[in-house]
């Protein structure tokens, strides 16, 4: 009854409950594929007649996808294999212009269309990825970071989902990683912290009330503070409620990108780092001990798991 057909009739209904019989058991029984051919009309030799319809079995169509992938901090280099022949492959690569360098877009086919969404809302991007997917293409959303990440992709698939579109996320190197690597730390150190939060400031965005960082601060453990540039000195506030005044802090802009700068300091003085270096929204701002951090030994080195080193 919930199979939608091409031809619905007024009798069959009447009779049967449903708007076809021949079409809608075609495609029931492909899986909901697409109809090959719509109902006819035949007759036996005997005189009854009879209707058909033929359907293409769902998992043989050719039919467009749509990938979002994960771009990483910013280097070309660090999105992962699977992204990058994604990328290659694709009909159509719709990237965010204002977080995703346009390096990441130069492996693209020849032919393929590549375009920025940095001035498109929501309305056009689903109109243009849809294009692409309603001629069979293949659409890679390119997002930075990794996109599960205040990668804005809820919207996204909310969207695919009520048009039952395929799609699949290709996961990508987090922002928070690109800064342990690039400050040298490790952001769990043994004994000390075994935590790391990922978080933001309150902006324009509301924070839940239990997520308040002032309350997330009572761990005193490794944070990682998205989006929060422009509100530093309100973070700043928060953080020193539960943090000590000389804790590590790092103020990284830009991660792996040519322009990248990173600002080491104290917590005291985190506002100041921001505001005198003029940082943008494209800040991670990291918080803890374990920045810098090469005390504490991990207990994969101790005596008693020396036998796992041994030929």
């Known amino acids: 009854a919930d199979v939608e057909v091409a031809n619905p009739s007024k009798k069959v209904h009447e009779v049967t409950g449903v708007w076809g019989v021949a079409e809608s058991t075609a495609r029931y029984a492909a899986s909901l594929g697409s109809l090959g051919l719509e109902k006819q009309k035949g007759m036996l030799h005997n005189g009854n007649d009879f209707t058909f319809a033929l359907a293409v079995e769902r998992s043989a169509e050719r039919r467009g996808h749509i990938e979002i992938v994960g771009a990483g901090p910013g280097d070309p280099d660090l999105i992962s294999i699977r992204g990058r022949q994604w990328l290659e492959i694709a009909d159509l690569i719709l990237y965010a212009g204002s ?25 056009e991007q689903f109109a243009l990825m849809k294009e692409f997917y309603d001629k069979g293409l293949i659409v890679a959303r390119l997002h930075t970071g990794d996109p599960c990440i205040y990668g804005a992709i809820q919207e996204q698939m909310a969207f695919f989902d009520a048009y039952g579109m395929s799609y699949h996320i290709t996961p990508g190197i987090s922002s928070f990683q690109a800064a342990a690597a690039e400050l040298r730390s490790q952001f769990t150190i043994p004994e000390k912290t075994q935590t790391i939060i990922l978080t933001r400031g309150e902006g324009r965005t509301k924070m839940p009330e239990t997520e308040q960082l002032h309350l997330l601060a009572r761990s005193q453990s490794t944070m990682c503070i998205f989006l929060s540039a422009g509100i530093v000195d309100d973070v700043q506030r928060q953080l020193l409620e539960h943090y000590p005044e000389d804790t590590p802090v790092a103020a990284c802009y830009h991660l792996t990108w040519p322009d990248q700068r990173i600002y080491r300091g104290v917590l005291r003085d985190l506002a100041q780092i921001v505001h005198e270096n003029k940082l943008t929204l494209t800040t991670m701002i990291v918080v803890g001990e374990a920045i810098d951090n090469r005390k504490g030994l991990s207990r994969l080195y101790a005596d008693e798991f020396k036998h796992l080193f041994r030929k």
Request: proline share 8%.
């Open 99 to 123: 977080l995703v360098p346009r390096a990441l877009t130069l492996c693209a086919k020849p032919g393929a269309t590549v375009r920025s969404s940095a001035d498109m809302n929501l309305e």
